[in-house]
């Protein structure tokens, strides 16, 4: 099955620093990808959408300037997390969806996830 | 807007017991859904889906069928297994290509 990665898979780092985590499509190239944000017990989060090539598509209340979304290629998109504060501590999940699936539906193939602690 | 309401865990079942988690949405149109399930460790898996009313989605034992009356998409096994312990997540497409998810199911099935 296609796989996607994520890295790292947990990142410690202080207060006011920035945080990139990559996310990549191992074996298919991926139309589009997706951040999500967990918290505990909680449900997954969209926080935005990316397509190879254009700016992502950001869910209202996401503030854009400090979750910076690249998608340089089909198998590669990465967040940042810029001047990271401890409310900003949370797991990231990111998805990729492929046209090469096919069918009524693209299936989106997730990431491990990332574990950011902000101290 | 689109929402998704599944029961709260965690659930704990002997091997063998029957399994059930409730999931109720809301959505305007016609919706297709999912169940995720997510072991320890790894990535949310597709485990099965039902993209119109009255299908049943099925896989490695799993079943769930799309109840549009009722507005409901239960996940159930006949027969758990201690490798059945994860999280299960049901969600739904609306239009567009966001997922809505529900907020989990934690499932441990003991010997």
């Known amino acids: 099955g296609a796989v996607v990665s994520q890295h790292p898979s947990w990142v410690i780092c202080k207060s006011g620093t920035s945080v990139k985590i990559e996310c990549r499509s191992l074996?298919?190239?991926?139309?589009?990808m997706f951040w999500y944000r967990q918290f505990p017990k909680q449900s997954l989060m969209l926080m935005a959408t990316?397509?190879?090539?254009?700016?992502?598509?950001?869910e209202q209340g996401v503030e854009k300037d400090k979750f910076l979304i690249n998608h340089a290629s089909l198998t590669l998109s990465t967040l940042t997390v810029t001047s990271a504060h401890p409310e900003d501590s949370s797991f990231y999940i990111c998805s990729a969806d492929s046209w090469e699936t096919g069918g009524d539906y693209n299936e989106q193939f997730f990431g491990p996830g990332t574990r950011l602690t902000v101290l | 807007g689109n929402s998704v309401t599944q029961m709260e865990g965690p659930v704990t079942l002997s091997e063998e017991a029957f399994l059930t988690i409730n999931c109720t949405y809301t959505a305007t149109g016609y919706p297709s859904l999912f169940w995720y399930v997510q072991y320890p460790g790894e990535g949310l898996q597709l485990l099965l889906k039902a993209t119109k009313a009255d299908d049943k989605g099925s896989n490695k034992g799993f079943e769930a069928t799309y109840r549009k009356e009722t507005t409901s998409f239960h996940l159930e096994k006949g027969s758990v297994q201690v490798s059945d312990s994860a999280v299960y997540f049901c969600?739904?497409?609306?239009?567009?290509?966001?997922?809505?998810f529900g907020k989990g199911t934690s499932l441990l099935v003991t010997p």
């Open positions: 990316s397509n190879e090539g254009s700016k992502a598509t950001y």
């Open positions: 969600a739904l497409i609306g239009s567009g290509y966001a997922l809505n």
């Open positions: 074996d298919f190239q991926a139309t589009t």
